[in-house]
C-alpha cells in the first residue's frame, strides 16, 4: 500500500480563501500541499469568479471585518504589477430611499451600518442629494427622496485575477498546488490529520478547510447545521454606445430601491479587459440546495426577470440584451449574532478532529476579506501575533 503523502499542513479548496491561506503558508516557507478539485485556480464552479466584487472597507456587515479587508488591501497592492491590477478604485455609491437602507447582509438599517463603520475606519464618505446624484452621475436615475453615499477610495477587485496572483507568487508550485483532484474524507492521524482524495492520502498536523460551498459536506455540525448554500446569478447587460454607461468606469453601485429586503441591487460599469457589458446582480435567499446539484445554466427569463424588477428604469442607457450571465454560490450563514447581524462568517476548529480548521468565508460578501483572512489564519494556525485589530474568535460557531 503507498505511504500517505506528508505536509505540515494541507489547504483544502484553493479558492478566494485557499489561495490566500496557501500564499501565506508560502511567504513564511512552510510546508503545505494545496488541493483544489477543479483542474485549474480561478473557475467558474464556486463562489468565486465573475470579473468583479465589490471592495469597501466601511464595512456595514460588521466593524470586526475592517482589519481584514484593511489587510486584503495591502496583500492586493503588495501583489500588483504594472501590468496587472488588482483594485479598481472607482468608488462605491449607497443609494437609498431617505437616510435608512434597507436589510442587507443581516444588518436592518444598512446605510447607517455602513456610516458608522466609516467612522470606525476612518474613511470618508460623500453625501449627495437627488440634485447632486443627478448632476454627478446621470447614468443613475434616482427618485427625489434617494440619497447617496459615496465611498471614494472603495472600488472593485478582480476575483480571478487575486486568486491567480496569490497562486502565481507561490514559489517551486509543483506538488505544492494540486488541481484536478477532489477530497473525500478526513479523519484523525496519529501525529495529525489524515486527508483522503479520490487521487491519494495525505497527512499533515495541520488542514485548513477552505472548499466554500462544499464545506458542510466534509465536516458537518456545526458547520452543516449553520450553513445554506444558496444559488446567485450575475448578468451582464449591453449598454447603448451613445448612453452614460458607454465609457466604462465607475463607481460601483449598491442601490436600495424601496423598503424590502428584496428593493436592493448593485452592478458594475464595463471592467478594462472584461465583458462588455454593465454587470448587475441581485440577491436570493429562498432557494437552497446541494452545491453539486446548482444548475449553473442561467436561463433568458430570470435575466429579464433581473432587468424588470431592478434595472428598467434607474440605469440610463442600459439595455435588456443580455451579453452574459453567470451563476455563483452564496455559503450562507442565516443566525443573527448578539448585534443582529447575519450573514456572518464562520470560522473555527472541526469538532472532532483536532488540527483542523474550518473557514466559511462568504454569504456574499467574503472576497473583498479573503486575503487578509489568508494572513489571519496562518498567523493563529503558526501560533503569531494576531493580525493587528483581529479577532478571528468572533466568528467561532457555537459547537
Ligand atoms: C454572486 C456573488 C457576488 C458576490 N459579491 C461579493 C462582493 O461584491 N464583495 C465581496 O467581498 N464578496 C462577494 N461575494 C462573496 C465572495 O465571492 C465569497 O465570499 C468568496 O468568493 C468565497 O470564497 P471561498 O474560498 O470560501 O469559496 P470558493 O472560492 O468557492 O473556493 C472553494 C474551493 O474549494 C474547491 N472545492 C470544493 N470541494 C472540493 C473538494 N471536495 N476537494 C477539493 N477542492 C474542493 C472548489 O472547487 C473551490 O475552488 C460574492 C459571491 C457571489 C456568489
Known sequence: MAEDI????????????????????????????????????????GSSHGETRITREAVGEGLDYIPLVKRSHEIW???ETPARTLRHEVGVLYLSCGEAGAARHGATDFITATRKAAKVAGV?????????????????????????YLEPRAGYVRPEACIA??????????????????VLDLDEAAGGVRVQTDLSTYRAR?????????????????????VEVLR?????FLAD????????????????????????????????????????????????????????????????????????????GVTAERVDAAACLYTWNGRADAAGHKGRFLIGPHREIPGVTVVSACSGHGFKHSAG?????????????PLPGCDLSVFRPDA
Do not use: C
Request: no cysteine; aromatic share 10%.
Open 6 to 45: 506528508e505536509a505540515e499542513v494541507l489547504v483544502l479548496g484553493l479558492g478566494a480563501v485557499g489561495a490566500a491561506v496557501a500564499y501565506q503558508l508560502d511567504r513564511r516557507g512552510r510546508d503545505f500541499i494545496g488541493i483544489e478539485r477543479q483542474p485549474a485556480a480561478g473557475h467558474a464552479f
Open 77 to 79: 497592492a503588495e501583489l
Open 124 to 148: 470618508d464618505l460623500v453625501r449627495m442629494d437627488a440634485s447632486a446624484l443627478r448632476t454627478a452621475y446621470p447614468r443613475f436615475e434616482v427618485t427625489d427622496d434617494t440619497v447617496g
Open 165 to 182: 496572483a496569490q497562486l502565481e507568487a507561490i514559489a517551486a508550485p509543483d506538488g505544492k498546488l494540486r488541481y484536478g483532484e477532489t
Open 206 to 226: 495541520q488542514v485548513v478547510v477552505a472548499m466554500g460551498a462544499w464545506i458542510p459536506g466534509l465536516v458537518g455540525d456545526p458547520f452543516s447545521r449553520e
Open 232 to 236: 446567485q446569478v450575475q448578468h451582464w
Open 241 to 316: 454606445p451613445q448612453g452614460p454607461w458607454a465609457a466604462g468606469g465607475g463607481p460601483a453601485f449598491l442601490w436600495f430601491h424601496g423598503p424590502g429586503p428584496n428593493d436592493v441591487f448593485y452592478g458594475f460599469g464595463t471592467t478594462p479587459g472584461g465583458r462588455a457589458g454593465v454587470k448587475v446582480a441581485t440577491e436570493q435567499y429562498a432557494l437552497s440546495g446541494a452545491p453539486d446539484d446548482t444548475d449553473w445554466a442561467v436561463s433568458q427569463a430570470e435575466s429579464q426577470a433581473m432587468f424588470d424588477t431592478h434595472v428598467r428604469g434607474r440605469l440610463v
Open 373 to 385: 483572512l489568508g494572513d489571519a489564519i496562518v498567523r493563529q494556525m503558526l501560533g503569531e501575533a
